[in-house]
């Protein structure tokens, strides 16, 4: 299946448009089309303060904050047409009052791409969340890093494999954007790599794609080893499973997931 269909979330203005620009990449690359979205809802200080503020502060809040809704589609309308891809172009507002959830409106999606979750208080009530999309949606996940640059596409990625559920879904679901690859690196960390590996890399063969395996023992943790071995070997993209374990445990304690979407400085494909 061909990515054709790609929906850009919003997720705060700390990414710099880099998400916004590499998914007008994509979309150009698979001659598809793209959807920009921001998860509007009620800003932080209405939400915790409401009761207490005056009925016209609050007006003045919900005013500035649709402005900046606004001001955010005339941004992504005015990228897109700087691509030569307006025409293939169109932003949706998800209110609150909808009863849609962002993470049902991109089920209709082949893949989402967004930015880093945002620490910018005045920005969460506007901004995906990208490990809750992962693990709601259904669909695989882009994540691009904060003022991130390329001059195209990923030419190389890494495929961290660990032979479990989530890792095979990612693989399955990324499989359209691996398939354009010149090379992949399917990369097993620990001291016994997962059964199977051969069957995987003749999966990958079979689709055409040049791959290679890598076992690299754990060195400090998981993910701070898939992100040494992909600037060891020139990695341009992550593809990872998300969440093998609780979400509740990976925030609390760390993982795999979370330290990988903290600190690459490629963007990373989830599923979950």
Not at 60 to 66: C, E, G, P, S, V
Not at 237 to 258: C, N, P, Q, R, W
Request: proline share 4%; aromatic share 6%; charged share 25%.
């Amino acid at each position: 299946m061909t990515t054709r269909n790609i929906l850009c979330a919003y997720s705060g203005e700390e990414a710099r448009l880099s998400g916004l620009r590499y998914a007008i990449k994509i979309a150009k690359y698979h001659d598809g089309w793209l959807t920009g979205v921001v998860p509007h809802s009620a800003p932080t200080i209405q939400t915790r303060f409401g009761g207490q503020l005056p009925r016209d502060v609050i007006e003045q809040i919900r005013a500035a904050d649709q402005e900046r809704v606004e001001n955010m589609g005339k941004r992504f309308y005015l990228e897109a047409e700087r691509a030569g891809y307006r025409d293939r172009s169109d932003f949706v507002e998800l209110e609150e009052d909808s009863n849609l959830m962002l993470s049902e409106f991109a089920r209709s999606f082949d893949l989402v791409v967004t930015g880093v979750q945002t620490s910018d208080a005045g920005d969460v009530h506007l901004a995906a969340n990208p490990d809750t999309l992962a693990l709601q949606s259904g669909r695989p996940v882009l994540i691009v890093p904060n003022a991130y640059k390329s001059e195209g596409l990923a030419k190389h990625a890494i495929v961290a494999w660990d032979g479990k559920r989530a890792a095979a879904r990612a693989l399955g679901d990324a499989m359209p954007i691996l398939e354009n690859k010149a090379k992949v690196t399917l990369l097993s960390v620990g001291s016994k790599a997962p059964e199977g590996i051969d069957r995987v890399l003749l999966n990958l063969e079979r689709h055409g794609i040049n791959a290679e395996f890598a076992e690299r023992p754990r060195k400090k943790s998981v993910g701070q080893t898939v992100l040494n071995t992909m600037d060891e070997v020139g990695a341009e993209l992550i593809v990872m499973g998300a969440y093998e374990h609780s979400k509740f445990s990976h925030d609390f304690f760390g993982g795999v997931t979370t330290d990988i979407m903290k600190d690459s400085p490629v963007p990373v494909f989830m599923s979950h």
